[in-house]
């Protein structure tokens, strides 16, 4: 009986499915590097059958349809693993298709891994994706409970599929947000971990965290009326890291224009500096914060002050310039905020770094 109560499923995800392949066929046909030779499948039809089949038996019904008629979009190399999404988190087509085949693609990689390498990799160790300079990431491990973390998702349907050339896994959520107003910023909006040199995570007392996605930052930023803001932080971002290492979050406020951008005047450090706090801020926080209440920045000894009602519309303004477009942008680790004009440092003359 409980079996039969849910008959109503299967027509549902046979239509997402056929959608999302028809969109996964018709986004690799219409791409502009379509025009080049396609390469060869790497994968035989039997095996893409047989992982397709088992991934159905296991409920992932979209992503088995998927890799049923469109295995070019996973097997782009001699090994892959792909971590499969659940279908409830996929029944939204009415995302871009270039989205959808971008998400799936930073679901797969090029390297063959068993829940059994996964646990031999240190906590916090990156590995590559399909997605061009998108990365995953191992963010816990707990190898006595046989559990696994990639981008703080669990792996909830491990080895579903161990062929000599495929692994295939089951999580519980897409590894990266599937909001519209994300997916608008284009394959930049997928939420993927900065690794280091050493491929691995920074790591602080709570144990591994994501690196702030600074790319991302300035790619909003100049993307919208922001352009100047973008290119002073841009100029002297490797300064700002080189003093913040364990920078984990902040709050930008973003002002339509910027001096001393144009020149290579020394100021325009200080002045970027001033317009970020080193930890997050909603609208709604800082609202709550009293009247003259300091806001720390990344330029020391200059703090910033909330200031309220004094020729403000809307009520809440930092140093009196009010906040005209509340977090425009935001993460779990940034958010930005639009002001009407640039913060002027009260400290000019002895400003220091």
Known sequence: M???????????????SAVLAFIAISTAMNSPSNNATRPTRPTSNY??????????????????????????????????????????????????????KNLLQYHTSPLKLSMEDVFKKPQGSCFPTLVDRKKLAVTKIDAKERLAEINHVLVSHPDMVLERRITIHGVLAPFSSLRSKDVYFGWESIQ??????????????????????????????????????????????????????????????????????ASSS??????VRLHILPQRATYIELAALPDKQRLRTLLPDEDLKITKGVGVTQGLAINGVEIAAPEIFSSKEFIVHGITQAFKIAKFPNASR
């Open 2 to 16: 409980a079996s039969c109560s849910h008959w109503w499923h299967a027509p549902v995800y046979f239509i997402a």
């Open 192 to 261: 993927a971990p900065i690794c280091d040199a050493n491929s691995s995570l920074v790591s602080d007392a709570n144990g591994p965290r994501i690196i702030l996605e600074w790319t991302r930052i300035i790619h909003l930023l100049s993307s919208h009326r922001f352009v100047s803001f973008a290119i002073g932080l841009n100029s002297v971002l490797d300064r700002i890291l080189a003093d913040h290492k364990n920078l984990s979050s902040v709050t930008i406020f973003a002002p339509p224009e910027l001096e001393f951008v």
């Open 47 to 100: 095996l893409s059958l047989n992982a397709s089949r088992t991934l159905r038996e296991s409920g992932f019904n979209i992503m088995a349809t998927l890799l049923l008629i469109s295995p070019e979009m996973f097997f782009l190399s001699p090994n892959t693993t792909i971590f499969a999404i659940k279908d409830s988190s996929l029944v939204n087509t009415s995302l871009p298709p270039w989205f959808l």
């Open 266 to 271: 020394p100021m325009l450090e200080k002045i």
